[in-house]
T-cell receptor, first 113, second 114 residues
């Protein structure tokens, strides 16, 4: 079983829809949770960074962490065609430079105009 | 600012050949790292560095060497290429030397080993 599981998609939604992207994990020591967005043939870019449980909002994006269920989510409101990309979740335990950052395999999202 | 620059963008090698993937950043970041991305595997850390003269192994270091003589540059060397090293390689840097979560990635190098 992988430490981090992420549905690969693809997920196809109409413009303006609310999108929910999810990851589950097995390591209860994870404390730092991130979401990266990766456009085709580009490197990932950091979207959201959260520590421990709770919600964090940034514009149309909301990151949610439920440590009791070992489940994290990224919500995108009023989705736009420019949101079409692969979304990677990532997590780590201690937040140190030598700490292993574990990535999910990514969910492909397509937003139809 | 150019951010993190990787060269080349594409490369085809024959088994046994060696080559160096270049990575440079102009953000004065102390932390730099190399990842490989394979279908169904996620990003995996190859090597990382927390400053000039300091390097360490990541999750999948075998077959790769790194050095860090300056803050700006962090080249990745393939010693004797194997088909299992066919992958997309990303260099990343972080503004926080003590942590590695907030990464800035380059655009990647797509490597094929025949």
């Amino acid at each position: 079983q992988k430490e981090v599981e992420q549905d690969p998609g693809p997920l196809s939604v109409p413009e303006g829809a609310i999108v929910s992207l999810n990851c589950t994990y097995s390591n209860s020591a994870f404390q730092y949770f991130m979401w990266y967005r990766q456009y085709s043939r580009k490197g990932p870019e950091l979207l959201m960074y959260t520590y421990s449980s709770g919600n964090k909002e940034d514009g149309r994006f909301t990151a949610q962490v439920d440590k009791s269920s070992k489940y994290i989510s990224l919500f995108i409101r009023d989705s736009q065609p420019s949101d079409s990309a692969t979304y990677l979740c990532a997590m780590s335990t201690y937040g140190s430079s030598g700490d292993k950052l574990t990535f999910g395999t990514g969910t492909r999202l397509a937003v139809r105009p | 600012n150019a951010g993190v620059t990787q060269t080349p963008k594409f490369q085809v090698l024959k088994t046994g050949q060696s080559m160096t993937l270049q990575c440079a950043q102009d953000m004065n970041h102390e932390y730099m790292s190399w990842y490989r991305q394979d279908p169904g595997m996620g990003l995996r850390l190859i090597h990382y560095s927390v400053g000039a003269g300091i390097t360490d192994q990541g999750e999948v270091p075998n077959g790769y060497n790194v050095s860090r003589s300056t803050t700006e540059d962090f080249p990745l060397r393939l010693l004797s290429a194997a088909p299992s090293q066919t992958s997309v390689y990303f260099c990343a840097s972080s503004p926080e030397s003590a942590t590695n979560e907030k990464l800035f990635f380059g655009s990647g190098t797509q490597l094929s080993v025949l």
